[in-house]
């Protein structure tokens, strides 16, 4: 075991005694501090840094057990480690001394080989607990480091989204009026339309930043109520009507009328709803068919609700990363559509927050479905059940 170097305090009455062991601490390399008594020991510990104090027990002035007593309560000095170096070799002393924090009990006139392997073994714990204490100094001056940046970006996104908000809004209003000021011919009318297409994108895009923003922040409030999914989804699917029948695709719904009402947040659930309904058209190529199916599952008191495409699906090696933030598919096809990539970390967050699960299945090139669990609203009302979490169950 190769040997360690450190700087050592020797504590003793007895002159003899002291420098016997610095010759021997200094021989294999330590550097040896003399201290006569308690009083001066605590001193010098006061005033420099030691790796080890060696420490005699019974002292004029103030004892061994003083010393180990004070140093227990400062916290510098309650780290350094010490070994008692006694001539009083009562088992009831050591044990006295251990319990006031001493590492380790030696008997007057150390051994030369005890000494050192066992000063070896007490700075090389030194070490390693050192090592720990700046390691963990650094995690968290990292995380520290992390949570400020953190903190700093969701000010930014919240700060952009508002400042974005009024200009926009300005932009909307002019385009409006515009057609209103004077009839505008086709090609300014088309020219129109393209502007107001991409407003409606950046007022999409401010709501998810504000939403994102929100969310880190921990400041969305929601308002549970009873809701009735199947209204809920038939209103959704009437306003995108119109996606899907320029895109010739076939919507059908199958929810049950008897389906429970389930104990969600209106606006919040047409958000996720809107989300899910809007990707399914979008990253499904024309002509295809999109399913919205509930199920009522009465042993878990939750409602099952899919919404199943025929379209692009989701690669394999892309399917870890779909509820994180900003994240789209690499797929050209996916590129070549609108999207931030923010409307499913959002969706994911708003279902959990609502005692919610969500989940997917996706065949590469064949569609996609993806799953939601929602709380049957007498299953939160009863307050037998309130705090029982639903899990993703298998539906067979
Ligand atoms: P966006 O649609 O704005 O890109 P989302 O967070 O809603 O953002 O979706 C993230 C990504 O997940 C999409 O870019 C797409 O790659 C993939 N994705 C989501 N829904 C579907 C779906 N129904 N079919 C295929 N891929 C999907």
Redesign the pocket.
Known sequence: MQNLTGSILVVDDNAVIRQIMKMALEQNGHHVTLAEDGREALELMHAHFFDLVLLDIVMPHMSGFDVLEHMAQIPDLANIPVIVVSSDNQIESAIRCIQLGAEDYLVKPPNQTLLRTRVNTSLRKKKLHDQELAHQAEMERLYEAIKEANAAKTEFIAMAAHELRNPIAQIATTNHLLGKVGALNKPQEGLLEKVNFSLERMQALIVDLDDISRLEAGNIRLQFAELDLAELIDKIAESFSEDVTVHQHVLAIDVPENLPPIWADYQRMIQVFT?LIG??I??TPDGGNINIKATYLPEHRTVHVSVT?T????HPD?RKQ?FSKF???E?AK?RARP???????ITKSLVEMQNGRIWFE?EFGEG?Q?HLMLPEASAELDPQTAEAPIEAVSLG
Not at 311 to 314: A, K, Q, R, V
Not at 339 to 345: D, E, P, V
């Open positions: 989300n990707n399914a979008k990253y495409d379209g692009l699906g989701i892309e779909i994240f789209r598919s797929n996916v999207g931030t990539g923010l409307g499913l970390y996706s996609t993806f």
